[in-house]
């Protein structure tokens, strides 16, 4: 997916907001699609590539990859290079990203208790 352009409004919009709050900046890396199931995934403790790719079953290659490089430089996930034949490269949480994910896992449990959202397979019939 493309970034937005540096002339348009969006993204004069969107600095703005960033600049005025953090929390901004980290809603719009979190609302990213699949950035948030990626994070909870290596929290369950699927470490490697592949078993992130299998837990979440829709995701592509790239985004899956595009995912953890933002992990990565948001330093909320430590990528390991462990040599061998073949190499290995496992993902972990950060202290950084374990306690972002401890605060999503509580505005999932408010989401599923205090909020009535219409599921997309509702909404779609």
């Given amino acids: 997916m493309s970034e937005r352009k540096l002339s348009s409004t969006n993204f004069y919009n969107q600095s703005f907001l960033e600049e005025k709050c953090a929390l901004n900046e980290l809603l719009y890396l ?19 590539f592949n078993s992130l790719r299998e837990d979440l079953e829709h995701i592509s290659d790239h985004i899956l990859a595009d995912r953890l490089r933002n992990l990565e430089q948001h330093e909320l996930v430590h990528k390991s ?26 505005l999932c449990d408010f989401a599923e208790s205090k909020m009535q959202f219409e599921s997309s397979a509702e909404a779609a019939n």
């Fill in 30 to 48: 979190l609302s990213k699609r699949w950035m948030t199931e990626v994070l909870f995934s290596i929290e369950e403790g699927n470490s490697r």
């Fill in 81 to 106: 290079c462990i040599p061998g034949n073949p190499p290995r490269t496992e993902y972990t949480l950060t202290s950084k990203g374990e306690e972002l994910s401890e605060i999503l896992g509580g």
